[in-house]
């Protein structure tokens, strides 16, 4: 079974009807990036660069971030590094950052990801700057954090500027047309997903946050970890609909959750739309063992069937008879 997987490293990962699937990997630190080639991915989906802030006395600065983002841009050649801004707060924490030392009353809910980097412009500031710097040696791409208000947009666009702006001044190079993307993980922002297309050159649906905030279900509280549920008709909605006002749009919109790396789903997913599927490098055989099986146009009314059904119980019945096809 293990040798079978690992023929498909090098598998086109296409559907049985030909449709072109993106298989991308999340990683966390610098060194993930070899298990990221070892599994063949077509790029790195989701690089959480809050791991490099985390336990540690003191923050990295930009030379410090300038050098890993540009260790990974450099080994991915020209696969695309989808490159977040810091996401800290709830459950990442980092001691070197201002305000660690006070707890805020609900943090999930406070200033984290975005929220914490438009507080902390220098910090922020710091961050672009070594991610333009590093854009000069790959194919990097820029992506969001936590986005609620389109102003949160316009603010960090009018921060890269600013950033760019200076490098310029210094004769920096950097990649000039380098993408901006943003997350999509809280219900908010998929209802009103237009503000985002427009302002935006792709979408990464965040399914981990975008479950905890539909569902008002802590994703790491015991206690109600039974409801944490990604088949929740409104969770299934959400993340439908935010695949396809991407296609009307003409914007790619991937998924880099765990719902992407979760075998399960990837008919599901396939069936409502979606072409790239980022997630951890240890489980994108599987996913893409799953995709090359698969046939879209067998499972797009299926799948249509399943958005429409608000009973659990046929959802994970219909969801079930997805591996027939
Ligand atoms: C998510 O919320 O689904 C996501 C990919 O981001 P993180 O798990 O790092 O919050
Ligand atoms: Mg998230």
């Known amino acids: 079974e293990r040798s079978k997987l690992k023929r498909l490293t090098t598998a086109r990962s296409c559907t049985l009807d030909e449709k072109e699937v993106s298989l991308q990997a999340n990683i966390e630190l610098p060194q993930d990036v070899d298990q990221v080639k070892a599994v063949g991915a077509d790029g790195v989906g989701l690089f959480r660069t809050e791991f490099l802030f985390m336990n540690r006395d003191e923050l990295p600065d930009e030379d410090e971030q300038f050098e890993a983002?540009?260790?990974?841009?450099?080994?991915?050649?020209?696969?695309?590094?989808?490159?977040?801004?810091?996401?800290?707060?709830?459950?990442?924490?980092?001691?070197?950052?201002?305000?660690?030392?006070?707890?805020?009353?609900?943090?999930?809910?406070?200033?984290?990801?975005?929220?914490?980097?438009?507080?902390?412009?220098?910090?922020?500031?710091?961050?672009?700057?070594?991610?333009?710097?590093?854009?000069?040696y790959g194919r990097i791409r820029l992506l969001?954090?936590?986005?609620?208000?389109?102003?949160e947009v316009d603010q960090t666009l009018a921060l890269l500027e600013q950033?760019?702006?200076?490098?310029?001044?210094?004769?920096?190079?950097?990649?000039?047309?380098?993408?901006?993307?943003?997350?999509?993980?809280?219900?908010?922002?998929?209802?009103?997903?237009?503000?985002?297309?427009?302002?935006?050159?792709?979408?990464?649906?965040?399914?981990?946050?975008?479950i905890q905030y539909t569902l008002a279900i802590d994703r790491t509280?015991?206690?109600?970890?039974?409801l944490y549920d990604p088949l929740h008709p409104a969770v299934l909605r959400l993340i439908a609909q935010t695949i396809q006002a991407g296609q009307r749009a003409g914007r790619p919109v991937a998924v880099c959750g765990e719902m992407a790396g979760d075998p399960t789903f990837t008919r599901l997913l396939l069936g409502m739309g979606l072409r790239s599927f980022s997630m951890h490098?240890?489980?994108?055989?599987?996913?893409?063992q799953q995709v090359v099986m698969a046939d879209i146009q067998a499972l797009?009314?299926?799948?249509?069937?399943?958005?429409?059904s608000d009973d659990p119980e046929r959802i994970r019945e219909l969801l079930g008879r997805l591996g027939e096809v």
Request: hydrophobic share 45%; charged share 25%.
């Open 69 to 136: 983002y540009r260790s990974v841009a450099r080994a991915l050649g020209n696969k695309p590094v989808t490159i977040r801004t810091l996401d800290i707060g709830a459950d990442k924490t980092a001691r070197a950052l201002r305000g660690s030392d006070r707890p805020a009353p609900n943090p999930a809910l406070g200033l984290r990801a975005i929220r914490y980097c438009l507080a902390e412009p220098q910090i922020f500031l710091a961050q672009l700057r070594a991610i333009l710097r590093a854009s000069h």
């Open 144 to 151: 969001i954090p936590m986005l609620t208000h389109a102003s």
């Open 163 to 210: 950033a760019k702006v200076q490098l310029r001044q210094s004769r920096t190079k950097f990649d000039e047309g380098m993408e901006v993307g943003g997350m999509i993980e809280v219900p908010a922002a998929a209802l009103a997903v237009g503000h985002f297309l427009q302002r935006l050159d792709f979408l990464s649906i965040g399914t981990n946050d975008l």
């Open 221 to 226: 509280d015991e206690t109600v970890a039974h």
């Open 281 to 288: 490098p240890a489980l994108l055989l599987e996913v893409k």
């Open 300 to 308: 797009t009314g299926k799948v249509s069937r399943l958005l429409r």
